[in-house]
């Protein structure tokens, strides 16, 4: 029986309205959130009688199954009520005061922690290509097999891994792991000693929680790495900067002025941001420093597959027998960020506990996961494509440096480039770096400021240009561009023309960017 007009129809009406926007939804999606919002609005009020799921079907031109999809959920969130025979009717819900009665919201205190954890994450990247630093190619990424197997994987999951795990990770995956370290980076380990973890950053976090106290010393590299960084200042632990030169992190120079360290961050094969490698004799040093505190060495060997013109250098965990090493690992440089996979080798006194403390704080899963991860090192494909990277990241940095030629002649200086996944430009003067942030962002391109990877006021300046991420074509124009902002600067010109798109035109006009 077709329902007559009433003063229910405008919600007809109204949703035909929205079922032309967000066309990425479904339809059924595109019937759900409007009702859902003007129920939560007070527009739909409580016993309000809804158009039965035929004459929505029949007005809107869309199946009746999609309507009683969007329906049906209401009903489950309790928006919705049922009446036998009557149809749907609007949930009497509890009154939420509208915007204009609601007392004003509460100022938040957060600890002095806290607020130096948000005061570093406003340097979070917005997810710009062309300079985006650690991020890998992702348009490179073997999807299709990845795919298949992680499908394969969940569908033949154990039933034993719906359950809490305590094993520090798969076990396959901790034997391929100890494998692939022992072969490539020299590491000394045995799969006991391999602890899977969700990234680098949850493995800073155990290490963190379990060896320090609050006020404990750490030494951290400058410039260095910002999630380490956030986490050693979340936990409360004295971060004591210590100067990065040609060989990295200077031992000696910790010694004359920072306290003994419980912990020592350390990026040796690739360090970041400089892009410097530290060389034995530097890595012996800070060894021994370690062992005479009775500190311990984290050290974060985040790009190290990517090497173009020099061999690498053996990891510093397996220089000597018995070293107060972690060794952390991830996975995100080498596939993909969102896959959310790291590990930490830790020694082997160290390691039962270490297991024990991850099962406690963080818990474990996602073995089907895991154990896709394991199939694809095993069949070779994840070797192919760490070379197949190299190959492609030589040629982009190779790209950037061709575009940045004009700005390097005219007096930017850029780091060596023999390895990893970005290229450091020096600047002169926080002016200059300031202003070349600024004018990036007005054209729609994220810089990260050397500036900011410093603790202390005596600070180095420049930008930190990833090259993985974007195609030849984005960074040849994308270092065009940076090239033409940074001759502008530098002699202060009137215009620099350059094309973004073919129809906007981006120039400098009185020491200002604008699009034209």
Known sequence: MKQSASDSDWIIDALALRMHQHATRSLSQRLYHPLKEWVRQGKLTAGQRLPSSRHMSDALGVSRNTVLAATDRLLAE?????????????????????????????????????????????????????????????????????????????????????????????????????????????????????????????????????????????????????????????????????????????PALGEKSAPAPRLIYTTPSHQYPTGVTMPVTRRLALLDVAERCGGWIIEDDYDSEFRYDTPPLPSLQGLTEQAPVIYVGTFSKVLYPGLRLGYLVAPPELAPDVCRAQARLHREGHYPLQSALTAFMASGHFTRHITRMRTAYRHRQRCLRAALAPAVAAGLRLSEGHAGMHLLAELSSIEEETALVSHAAQAGITLSPLSHYYLSANKRFGLVLGYASANEQTLAWAGEWLSNAYLAHQTRTPDTPLSRDGHKTNVFQGGTLVVV
Not at 78 to 107: M, S
Not at 210 to 225: I, K, S
């Open 78 to 250: 309790g928006l919705l009520v049922a009446r036998q025979g009557a149809g749907l009717y609007v949930a009497q819900l509890p009154r939420v005061l509208d915007t204009e009665t609601a007392p004003p919201p509460k100022a938040v205190h957060y600890s002095s922690r806290g607020r130096t954890l948000l005061a570093l994450s406003k340097t979070l990247s917005n997810g710009y290509r062309a300079f985006s630093p650690g991020v890998p190619a992702l348009d490179l990424f073997p999807e299709a097999q990845w795919q298949r197997l992680v499908r394969q994987h969940q569908r033949n999951a154990d039933v034993a891994w719906m359950d809490y795990q305590t094993g520090g990770g798969l076990a396959a995956l901790k034997v391929a792991i100890s494998d692939y370290l022992r072969l490539s980076r020299a590491v000394r380990c045995q799969p006991e000693q391999v602890i899977i973890t969700q990234g680098a950053q949850q493995a800073f976090e155990l290490i963190t929680q379990l060896l320090t106290d609050p006020d404990d010393a750490v030494w951290m590299e400058e410039p260095g790495y910002g999630g380490a960084k956030a986490c050693f200042l979340a936990a409360g632990l004295d971060v004591t900067p210590v100067p990065v030169d040609a060989d990295g992190l200077d």
